[in-house]
């Protein structure tokens, strides 16, 4: 049977690009379950696959997509029936296996989880990797002693994809949140997710330097690293911790031991790519009675697959705000 599908290639002078192109299930990778999709989300990993940046894709022809949601269309595992409702997150689709810029997929049964009850296809794909990506940080502080009596949690690169559903998810939860964000347009947006106060990252980065700052964050949820992780490393409340997700503004970290002998804080890395089956499911589940997705409806934007490729650049060049979902089926 025929589908559609964004289909990405590179030609011999190494230039990327997509268009959608109708392929029959014989072009489908292996796996043990076929899903007939229904939304897909935009990361910006799949900014970089369907630009050919970051080297996320090795084999071409190759259809991107690092998430999506929709039925089960059949299955040779016994989790998973015609018609039940799933959700796939990480494990490298879109990346090394074909992913959801398609009407039809095939993958291993283990990469799925069923569509928690409350939520619709189109609102697990809101809530997307971005949001399974904040909930196990939250998870990750509030086994390391965060609660809402503890103190302001601050979220860096608030205006993303991350940094959007965390604030939104930690003050749904009844936390004090502060966002940093270097898009200061942005900042009414954020204080109607919730933020209790909106941060301009130009005006962080440029107060003095200091080996230790004054203790201001309970916990911070890090979706930068670079030079913001290293400042606010210096600035975490004693015993605090903070959870660092992405690295758009550098690998490198620049800091001392100060803030870890001193104020004993801890850093943990949080990656939602290959987290075990019981955590997604855990995860999911504690996101469907956590996530406002009234107060997030401004901050979606639906495209069509013909507009991914133009949205990617968007998003790569930081001029995406929120979550934009592919409506595919």
């Known amino acids: 049977m025929s589908f559609r599908a964004l289909l990405t290639d590179r030609d011999a002078e190494g230039k990327v690009t997509s268009a959608v192109e109708v392929l029959d299930d014989a072009r489908l990778p292996e796996g043990n379950v076929t899903v007939d999709i229904d939304w897909a989300g935009l990361n910006y990993k799949d900014g970089l696959c369907l630009t050919g940046g970051g080297g996320l894709v090795r084999t071409y022809p190759h259809v991107g997509g690092i998430d999506f949601a929709g039925t089960v269309r059949d299955s040779d595992d016994i989790r998973y029936k015609a018609g039940d409702m799933v959700v796939l997150t990480g494990w490298r689709v879109g990346e090394t296996h074909w992913g959801g810029y398609s009407e039809r997929a095939r993958v291993n049964a283990d990469w799925l989880v069923p569509l928690p009850q409350g939520l619709t296809t189109r609102d697990a794909m809101i809530v997307g990797t971005a949001g399974l990506t904040a909930m196990l940080a939250i998870d990750r502080l509030e086994a390391a002693g965060l609660n809402p009596e503890a103190g302001e949690v601050l979220v860096t690169g608030a205006a993303g994809g991350v940094g959007t559903i965390a604030t939104s998810m930690l003050a749904k939860l009844g936390y004090q949140v502060a966002a940093l964000s270097g898009r200061p347009q942005h900042a009414e947006a954020l204080k109607t997710l919730g933020a209790a106060g909106v941060i301009d990252r130009a005006e962080f980065l440029a107060q003095p330097d200091k080996p230790l700052e004054s203790a201001r964050w309970a916990a911070v949820i890090d979706n930068v690293g670079g030079k913001v992780l290293g400042k606010v490393l210096k600035q975490v409340k004693y015993g605090g911790s903070v959870a660092s997700i992405g690295n758009a503004g550098g690998i490198e970290l620049s800091t001392n031991v100060l803030p870890f002998i001193l104020r004993g804080i801890s850093l943990f890395g949080i990656d939602?790519?290959?987290?075990?089956?019981?955590?997604?499911?855990?995860?999911?589940?504690?996101?469907?009675?956590?996530?406002?997705?009234?107060?997030?409806?401004?901050?979606?934007?639906?495209?069509?697959?013909?507009?991914?490729?133009?949205?990617?650049?968007?998003?790569?060049?930081?001029?995406?705000?929120g979550r934009v979902l592919a409506k595919v089926g």
Do not use: H, N
């Open 272 to 321: 939602s790519v290959m987290q075990p089956y019981s955590t997604r499911v855990a995860a999911w589940a504690r996101i469907s009675g956590t996530f406002d997705l009234g107060a997030y409806a401004g901050l979606v934007r639906e495209v069509g697959l013909e507009e991914l490729p133009e949205a990617a650049r968007e998003i790569l060049a930081g001029e995406v705000k």
